[in-house]
Protein backbone atom coordinates (compact mmCIF):
# COMPACT_ATOMS: atom_id res chain seq x y z
CA UNK A 1 0.00 0.00 0.00
CA UNK A 2 1.12 3.56 -0.74
CA UNK A 3 1.87 5.89 2.41
CA UNK A 4 -0.72 8.25 0.74
CA UNK A 5 -3.81 5.86 0.00
CA UNK A 6 -5.49 6.69 2.88
CA UNK A 7 -4.50 10.29 3.56
CA UNK A 8 -7.29 12.88 3.41
CA UNK A 9 -5.49 16.06 3.07
CA UNK A 10 -1.94 15.19 1.70
CA UNK A 11 -1.55 14.07 -1.64
CA UNK A 12 1.24 13.90 -4.48
CA UNK A 13 1.23 16.65 -7.07
CA UNK A 14 3.56 18.72 -9.55
CA UNK A 15 5.60 21.78 -9.17
CA UNK A 16 7.45 22.48 -12.24
CA UNK A 17 9.29 19.77 -12.87
CA UNK A 18 9.17 18.26 -8.97
CA UNK A 19 6.99 15.58 -7.29
CA UNK A 20 5.62 17.61 -4.60
CA UNK A 21 3.55 16.39 -0.99
CA UNK A 22 0.91 18.88 -0.94
CA UNK A 23 -1.09 18.78 2.65
CA UNK A 24 -4.47 20.78 2.49
CA UNK A 25 -5.70 20.44 5.65
CA UNK A 26 -8.86 22.58 7.15
CA UNK A 27 -6.12 23.96 9.65
CA UNK A 28 -2.91 24.60 7.07
CA UNK A 29 -1.24 24.36 4.07
CA UNK A 30 2.17 22.69 3.29
CA UNK A 31 4.21 21.61 0.34
CA UNK A 32 7.47 19.96 0.33
CA UNK A 33 9.20 18.51 -2.99
CA UNK A 34 10.65 15.36 -3.17
CA UNK A 35 13.97 16.60 -4.46
CA UNK A 36 15.56 17.80 -1.52
CA UNK A 37 12.84 17.04 1.00
CA UNK A 38 13.05 20.79 0.61
CA UNK A 39 9.78 22.72 2.44
CA UNK A 40 9.06 25.56 0.01
CA UNK A 41 5.42 26.48 1.80
CA UNK A 42 3.75 26.30 5.39
CA UNK A 43 0.80 28.34 5.95
CA UNK A 44 -1.73 28.02 8.57
CA UNK A 45 -5.29 28.80 7.03
CA UNK A 46 -5.61 32.41 6.62
CA UNK A 47 -2.02 33.04 6.97
CA UNK A 48 1.08 33.96 4.13
CA UNK A 49 3.76 31.56 3.78
CA UNK A 50 6.02 31.15 7.18
CA UNK A 51 8.78 30.62 4.65
CA UNK A 52 10.36 33.52 2.53
CA UNK A 53 10.77 32.00 -1.74
CA UNK A 54 12.42 33.75 -4.02
CA UNK A 55 10.23 35.02 -6.88
CA UNK A 56 12.92 33.34 -9.12
CA UNK A 57 13.10 30.13 -7.24
CA UNK A 58 13.29 26.90 -10.39
CA UNK A 59 11.47 23.40 -9.48
CA UNK A 60 13.77 21.91 -12.32
CA UNK A 61 15.55 18.49 -11.59
CA UNK A 62 18.74 18.79 -10.32
CA UNK A 63 18.93 22.48 -9.55
CA UNK A 64 18.42 23.98 -5.63
CA UNK A 65 15.29 25.93 -4.48
CA UNK A 66 16.33 29.28 -3.45
CA UNK A 67 14.05 30.00 -0.25
CA UNK A 68 11.89 27.71 2.15
CA UNK A 69 14.25 25.34 3.73
CA UNK A 70 16.96 23.67 2.36
CA UNK A 71 18.68 20.74 3.75
CA UNK A 72 22.27 20.79 3.70
CA UNK A 73 23.31 17.46 4.12
CA UNK A 74 26.13 15.93 4.92
CA UNK A 75 28.49 18.91 4.56
CA UNK A 76 27.33 22.67 5.10
CA UNK A 77 29.08 25.33 3.79
CA UNK A 78 32.18 25.08 1.34
CA UNK A 79 34.35 21.61 2.00
CA UNK A 80 37.51 23.10 2.04
CA UNK A 81 36.29 25.27 4.88
CA UNK A 82 35.33 22.51 7.20
CA UNK A 83 36.88 20.72 9.87
CA UNK A 84 39.46 17.88 8.50
CA UNK A 85 37.21 14.92 9.43
CA UNK A 86 34.27 16.31 7.09
CA UNK A 87 36.54 17.68 4.23
CA UNK A 88 38.12 14.48 3.75
CA UNK A 89 35.32 12.23 2.61
CA UNK A 90 33.96 15.40 0.37
CA UNK A 91 34.77 14.78 -3.43
CA UNK A 92 33.47 18.23 -4.64
CA UNK A 93 33.83 21.51 -4.25
CA UNK A 94 30.07 22.35 -3.93
CA UNK A 95 29.20 24.02 -0.97
CA UNK A 96 25.91 22.65 0.99
CA UNK A 97 26.36 18.66 0.32
CA UNK A 98 24.18 16.67 -2.10
CA UNK A 99 20.95 16.57 -0.09
CA UNK A 100 19.17 19.46 -1.15
CA UNK A 101 18.94 18.17 -5.22
CA UNK A 102 18.79 14.54 -4.29
CA UNK A 103 15.47 12.85 -4.64
CA UNK A 104 14.01 11.45 -1.18
CA UNK A 105 11.95 9.04 -0.92
CA UNK A 106 8.27 9.51 1.12
CA UNK A 107 8.53 6.74 4.14
CA UNK A 108 5.56 7.68 6.26
CA UNK A 109 2.67 10.12 6.55
CA UNK A 110 0.39 10.58 9.53
CA UNK A 111 -2.59 12.64 9.51
CA UNK A 112 -4.37 13.57 13.31
CA UNK A 113 -7.00 16.10 13.76
CA UNK A 114 -4.85 18.73 14.10
CA UNK A 115 -1.52 17.70 12.50
CA UNK A 116 0.06 15.85 9.49
CA UNK A 117 3.38 14.63 10.21
CA UNK A 118 5.85 13.08 6.80
CA UNK A 119 9.10 11.22 7.13
CA UNK A 120 10.97 11.58 3.94
CA UNK A 121 14.38 9.41 3.28
CA UNK A 122 17.36 9.48 1.51
CA UNK A 123 20.48 6.59 1.40
CA UNK A 124 23.49 7.49 0.88
CA UNK A 125 26.06 4.73 0.51
CA UNK A 126 28.90 6.90 -0.98
CA UNK A 127 30.60 6.71 -3.66
CA UNK A 128 28.20 3.53 -5.27
CA UNK A 129 25.22 5.82 -4.74
CA UNK A 130 26.68 8.07 -7.26
CA UNK A 131 27.61 11.23 -4.67
CA UNK A 132 30.87 12.99 -4.40
CA UNK A 133 31.00 12.15 -0.87
CA UNK A 134 32.84 8.90 0.84
CA UNK A 135 30.80 8.21 3.88
CA UNK A 136 28.02 5.75 4.28
CA UNK A 137 24.47 7.28 6.13
CA UNK A 138 20.75 7.56 5.82
CA UNK A 139 19.37 10.25 6.43
CA UNK A 140 15.34 10.96 8.18
CA UNK A 141 13.78 14.10 7.56
CA UNK A 142 10.11 14.48 9.82
CA UNK A 143 8.28 17.49 9.28
CA UNK A 144 5.18 18.19 11.48
CA UNK A 145 2.38 20.48 10.54
CA UNK A 146 0.28 22.15 13.04
CA UNK A 147 -1.79 25.35 13.15
CA UNK A 148 0.55 26.53 15.60
CA UNK A 149 3.96 26.14 13.78
CA UNK A 150 6.08 23.36 12.69
CA UNK A 151 9.02 21.40 13.90
CA UNK A 152 12.01 19.59 11.21
CA UNK A 153 13.60 17.20 12.96
CA UNK A 154 16.49 15.60 10.78
CA UNK A 155 18.01 12.31 11.78
CA UNK A 156 21.80 10.67 10.71
CA UNK A 157 22.23 7.44 11.25
CA UNK A 158 26.11 6.07 10.23
CA UNK A 159 25.58 2.66 8.32
CA UNK A 160 29.13 2.55 7.83
CA UNK A 161 31.63 0.58 10.00
CA UNK A 162 33.77 3.24 10.37
CA UNK A 163 32.74 6.54 12.23
CA UNK A 164 31.15 9.37 10.45
CA UNK A 165 32.42 13.21 10.55
CA UNK A 166 29.21 15.36 9.71
CA UNK A 167 28.70 19.48 9.10
CA UNK A 168 24.35 19.96 8.72
CA UNK A 169 22.09 22.73 8.69
CA UNK A 170 18.85 23.44 7.73
CA UNK A 171 18.79 26.75 6.30
CA UNK A 172 15.79 28.29 6.91
CA UNK A 173 14.91 31.35 4.71
CA UNK A 174 12.45 33.40 6.64
CA UNK A 175 10.35 36.52 5.18
CA UNK A 176 10.65 40.50 6.72
CA UNK A 177 8.82 43.22 5.43
CA UNK A 178 11.85 45.37 6.05
CA UNK A 179 15.70 43.91 6.62
CA UNK A 180 16.69 47.44 8.64
CA UNK A 181 14.05 46.74 11.74
CA UNK A 182 14.49 43.33 11.74
CA UNK A 183 16.96 41.77 15.15
CA UNK A 184 17.40 38.55 16.34
CA UNK A 185 17.27 37.96 19.92
CA UNK A 186 18.64 35.19 22.05
CA UNK A 187 22.48 35.40 20.88
CA UNK A 188 23.85 38.50 22.88
CA UNK A 189 27.34 37.42 23.97
CA UNK A 190 27.67 34.30 21.53
CA UNK A 191 30.77 33.98 20.30
CA UNK A 192 30.69 33.94 16.44
CA UNK A 193 32.74 33.36 13.39
CA UNK A 194 32.80 36.48 10.99
CA UNK A 195 33.29 34.77 7.14
CA UNK A 196 33.44 38.16 6.03
CA UNK A 197 36.12 39.79 8.19
CA UNK A 198 38.64 36.56 7.82
CA UNK A 199 36.39 34.01 10.03
CA UNK A 200 37.73 36.17 12.71
CA UNK A 201 36.07 34.92 16.20
CA UNK A 202 34.16 37.92 17.66
CA UNK A 203 31.64 38.14 20.60
CA UNK A 204 27.62 38.99 20.11
CA UNK A 205 26.51 42.08 21.84
CA UNK A 206 22.75 42.74 21.95
CA UNK A 207 20.49 41.55 19.57
CA UNK A 208 21.43 41.06 15.74
CA UNK A 209 20.62 43.71 13.66
CA UNK A 210 21.68 43.99 9.77
CA UNK A 211 23.15 46.39 7.69
CA UNK A 212 23.87 44.77 4.96
CA UNK A 213 25.57 41.67 3.60
CA UNK A 214 25.88 39.53 6.70
CA UNK A 215 27.42 35.58 6.86
CA UNK A 216 28.14 34.85 10.31
CA UNK A 217 28.31 30.85 11.95
CA UNK A 218 27.16 31.46 15.88
CA UNK A 219 28.82 28.79 18.24
CA UNK A 220 24.97 28.98 20.06
CA UNK A 221 22.03 27.85 19.43
CA UNK A 222 19.73 29.06 22.39
CA UNK A 223 16.05 30.11 21.47
CA UNK A 224 15.32 32.99 19.34
CA UNK A 225 12.94 35.48 18.41
CA UNK A 226 13.36 37.02 14.87
CA UNK A 227 11.85 40.32 15.28
CA UNK A 228 10.73 42.54 12.39
CA UNK A 229 7.99 45.25 12.11
CA UNK A 230 4.18 43.61 12.33
CA UNK A 231 5.94 40.25 12.55
CA UNK A 232 7.55 38.03 15.61
CA UNK A 233 9.15 34.23 15.14
CA UNK A 234 10.51 32.50 17.62
CA UNK A 235 12.83 29.71 17.03
CA UNK A 236 13.96 26.69 19.09
CA UNK A 237 16.63 24.14 17.73
CA UNK A 238 17.31 20.75 19.24
CA UNK A 239 20.83 19.17 18.59
CA UNK A 240 22.79 22.13 17.85
CA UNK A 241 25.40 24.05 19.21
CA UNK A 242 25.42 26.22 15.81
CA UNK A 243 23.64 28.90 13.98
CA UNK A 244 24.00 30.36 10.89
CA UNK A 245 22.61 33.97 10.47
CA UNK A 246 22.73 35.11 6.92
CA UNK A 247 21.99 38.06 4.24
CA UNK A 248 23.44 38.60 1.04
CA UNK A 249 23.25 42.53 1.24
CA UNK A 250 23.13 43.97 -2.12
CA UNK A 251 26.30 43.08 -4.20
CA UNK A 252 26.03 39.35 -3.26
CA UNK A 253 22.35 39.55 -4.57
CA UNK A 254 23.45 40.41 -7.62
CA UNK A 255 25.53 37.69 -8.33
CA UNK A 256 23.56 35.03 -6.34
CA UNK A 257 21.45 32.77 -8.48
CA UNK A 258 17.64 32.62 -8.94
CA UNK A 259 17.75 36.06 -6.68
CA UNK A 260 16.65 39.22 -7.69
CA UNK A 261 18.76 41.90 -6.78
CA UNK A 262 16.40 44.21 -4.88
CA UNK A 263 15.31 41.13 -2.92
CA UNK A 264 17.91 40.96 0.40
CA UNK A 265 15.76 43.61 1.74
CA UNK A 266 13.00 41.48 2.29
CA UNK A 267 14.51 38.07 3.48
CA UNK A 268 17.30 36.38 6.16
CA UNK A 269 18.25 33.14 6.99
CA UNK A 270 18.49 31.69 10.59
CA UNK A 271 20.01 27.94 10.16
CA UNK A 272 20.08 25.72 11.97
CA UNK A 273 23.20 23.18 12.28
CA UNK A 274 26.14 21.59 13.37
CA UNK A 275 28.97 23.68 11.77
CA UNK A 276 32.75 24.78 12.27
CA UNK A 277 33.52 23.48 15.54
CA UNK A 278 30.16 21.90 16.20
CA UNK A 279 30.46 19.14 13.55
CA UNK A 280 29.44 15.52 15.02
CA UNK A 281 31.08 12.12 14.85
CA UNK A 282 28.88 9.08 14.66
CA UNK A 283 30.43 5.92 15.64
CA UNK A 284 29.07 3.10 13.77
CA UNK A 285 25.62 2.90 14.43
CA UNK A 286 24.60 6.23 15.85
CA UNK A 287 22.67 8.18 15.27
CA UNK A 288 22.33 12.14 15.92
CA UNK A 289 19.12 14.54 15.12
CA UNK A 290 19.16 17.89 13.89
CA UNK A 291 16.09 20.12 14.97
CA UNK A 292 14.33 23.37 14.10
CA UNK A 293 11.14 24.94 15.46
CA UNK A 294 9.30 27.89 13.83
CA UNK A 295 6.36 29.00 16.10
CA UNK A 296 4.47 32.64 16.43
CA UNK A 297 5.22 34.49 19.23
O1 LIG B 1 23.90 29.92 -2.81
P1 LIG B 1 23.81 28.81 -1.80
O2 LIG B 1 24.72 27.64 -2.10
O3 LIG B 1 22.38 28.36 -1.59
O4 LIG B 1 24.32 29.39 -0.43
C1 LIG B 1 23.69 30.47 0.14
C2 LIG B 1 24.40 30.92 1.42
O5 LIG B 1 24.23 29.92 2.40
C3 LIG B 1 24.69 30.31 3.69
O6 LIG B 1 24.48 29.25 4.56
C4 LIG B 1 26.15 30.62 3.65
O7 LIG B 1 26.57 31.03 4.95
C5 LIG B 1 26.43 31.70 2.60
O8 LIG B 1 27.82 31.94 2.50
C6 LIG B 1 25.86 31.26 1.26
O9 LIG B 1 26.03 32.29 0.31
Redesign the pocket.
Known amino acids: MHELDNARHTRLEMAGELEAIRIRHPLFEATVTLQGAHLVQFAPAGERNWLWMSPQARFEKGV?I?GGV?V?WPW??APDRNPDPVKSLVSTDK??GFARTAVWSLDSVEELEETVSLTLGLDATGTGAGYPWNGQARASLTLNFSPEGLTLALTTRNTSGEPLALTQ?L?TYLPTEQLSGTVIRGLSGARYLD?LDDWKPKQQEGAVAFEGET?R?YLAASDMDIQSPGDDVHLTSGGSQST?V?N?GPL?AAR??DFPDDAWTGML?V?TANAADDYRTLQPGASHTLSVTLARN
Do not use: N, Q, S
Open positions: ARPCFGAHAHTDIVWPKLTCE
